[in-house]
């Protein structure tokens, strides 16, 4: 159920309660000043006649007094019976358990940190979330559509509706303090507002989009996007390289995505801080000996990518290691290198 809907119910509840306390307000003071009345028996006077309880007069009243306890009952019977419709509307329609949801979903987007945002759970945004999912990061999907919503909700996502492309939206599900986000919208102008909202924001995020033309990947580019795809290109060299190298492909495949792999690929940023190897050889640093991962690629800081480094390979400050390895050995480097890298590795669940 949408947002605005328990909000507007839970501002009609209480407009209605503010109502009916302005009714008990004027009725004490009318029944005190005007009818010289203790402030006492004017707000008792005031409960039983909103009440209708049928009581007798508190004090004998005139035909005033009497004409305008006329006006007390119909003022009061007029906002009891719109509370008691709005609240039946609320308690039939979920509304107290929807807030409730609310509160809990407000509390989870509070709490994430160096998250992922996928925006769009269409076809493309559920197979993200699933690879997701395999690798156990934390994320959050983001969708207008209560369709998708639904969907995301019952395969046990965080899930939150509302407009990618609004600011708004980006800042109730953390995109401060988020580490990427992808646009996986179904429209390229929809992808290319994220961005740019999401640059705004943070600046340091990793920004991945979806692009379907060749025109909207260079825009997006030129919006900041980190990296953009495009399901068409990206299809068609999958399936090139499938025909002509079907068992490199099968191998690359099979240590990128999935849940019952045995070796993986993983990231590590070395920070000079922690990392105890900057400024010596991979040789010195005897990191495959120690740990059983491999090395494949190294990127430096200046965006030089070293690939298939040797032992005389210095490592420098900034440098991303690309490694090759299984759960153990990755987990194992993690933990040599420092407490401090690009992102922790994590040892997918089998399902």
Same mark, same amino acid.
């Given at each position: 159920?949408?947002?605005? $809907?328990?909000?507007?119910?839970?501002?009609?509840?209480?407009?209605?309660?503010?109502?009916?306390?302005?009714?008990?307000?004027?009725?004490? *003071?009318?029944?005190?000043?005007?009818?010289?009345?203790?402030?006492?028996?004017? =707000?008792?006077?005031?409960?039983?006649?909103?009440?209708?309880?049928?009581?007798?007069?508190?004090?004998?009243?005139?035909?005033?007094?009497?004409?305008?306890?006329?006006?007390?009952?119909?003022?009061? +019977?007029?906002?009891?019976?719109?509370?008691?419709?709005?609240?039946?509307?609320?308690?039939?329609?979920?509304?107290?358990?929807?807030?409730?949801? #609310?509160?809990?979903?407000?509390?989870?987007?509070?709490?994430?940190?160096?998250?992922?945002?996928?925006?769009?759970?269409?076809?493309?945004?559920?197979?993200?979330? $699933?690879?997701?999912?395999?690798? &156990?990061?934390? %994320? +959050?999907?983001?969708?207008?559509?209560?369709?998708?919503?639904?969907?995301?909700?019952?395969?046990?996502?965080?899930?939150?509706? &509302?407009?990618?492309?609004?600011?708004?939206?980006?800042?109730? *599900?953390?995109? !401060?303090?988020?580490?990427?986000?992808?646009?996986?919208?179904?429209?390229?102008?929809?992808?290319?507002?994220?961005?740019?909202?999401?640059?705004?924001?943070?600046?340091?995020?990793?920004?991945?989009?979806?692009?379907?033309?060749?025109?909207?990947? /260079?825009?997006?580019?030129?919006?900041?996007?980190?990296?953009?795809?495009?399901?068409?290109?990206?299809?068609? $060299?999958?399936?090139?390289?499938?025909?002509?190298?079907? /068992?490199?492909?099968?191998?690359?495949?099979?240590?990128?995505?999935?849940?019952?792999? /045995? #070796?993986?690929? !993983?990231?590590?940023?070395?920070?000079?801080? %922690?990392?105890? %190897?900057?400024?010596?050889?991979?040789?010195?640093?005897?990191?495959?000996?120690?740990?059983? =991962?491999?090395? #494949?690629?190294?990127?430096?800081?200046?965006?030089?990518?070293?690939?298939?480094?040797?032992?005389?390979?210095?490592?420098?400050?900034?440098?991303?290691?690309?490694?090759? &390895?299984?759960?153990?050995?990755?987990?194992?480097?993690?933990?040599?290198?420092?407490?401090?890298?690009?992102?922790? *590795?994590?040892?997918? $669940?089998?399902?």
């Amino acid at each position: 159920m949408p947002e605005q $809907k328990y909000q507007r119910i839970q501002k009609e509840l209480m407009a209605g309660a503010i109502a009916l306390g302005c009714v008990f307000m004027i009725g004490t *003071v009318w029944y005190s000043l005007v009818e010289g009345w203790s402030w006492e028996d004017a =707000a008792y006077m005031t409960v039983i006649t909103l009440a209708t309880v049928g009581y007798g007069e508190t004090h004998p009243l005139g035909n005033r007094g009497r004409l305008f306890t006329i006006a007390l009952i119909l003022m009061g +019977v007029i906002n009891i019976g719109y509370i008691v419709n709005r609240f039946t509307e609320a308690v039939i329609e979920g509304y107290f358990q929807e807030g409730i949801r #609310l509160r809990q979903q407000r509390r989870i987007m509070e709490s994430l940190s160096g998250h992922y945002i996928i925006c769009g759970f269409s076809r493309t945004g559920r197979q993200i979330a $699933k690879e997701f999912r395999a690798e &156990g990061v934390n %994320f +959050v999907v983001i969708d207008s559509e209560v369709e998708s919503v639904q969907r995301a909700q019952t395969e046990g996502y965080v899930v939150f509706q &509302g407009d990618a492309t609004l600011d708004d939206t980006l800042l109730k *599900v953390g995109i !401060e303090r988020a580490m990427c986000i992808v646009a996986a919208l179904p429209s390229d102008a929809e992808n290319l507002y994220t961005v740019l909202s999401a640059k705004t924001l943070n600046p340091a995020i990793r920004a991945i989009a979806r692009a379907s033309t060749e025109e909207a990947l /260079q825009k997006l580019q030129r919006a900041g996007a980190d990296a953009v795809i495009s399901p068409y290109i990206t299809g068609g $060299k999958r399936m090139a390289a499938a025909a002509l190298r079907p /068992q490199i492909l099968d191998f690359v495949d099979g240590i990128l995505t999935g849940t019952d792999r /045995q #070796l993986y690929m !993983e990231e590590f940023l070395l920070d000079p801080a %922690f990392c105890p %190897f900057v400024g010596q050889s991979l040789q010195k640093a005897k990191l495959r000996s120690q740990t059983g =991962a491999l090395v #494949l690629a190294i990127r430096r800081l200046d965006g030089n990518l070293i690939g298939g480094p040797t032992g005389d390979t210095v490592l420098m400050p900034g440098d991303t290691l690309i490694c090759m &390895g299984t759960a153990e050995q990755l987990q194992s480097l993690n933990q040599v290198l420092g407490p401090i890298v690009s992102k922790k *590795v994590r040892k997918p $669940k089998n399902s």
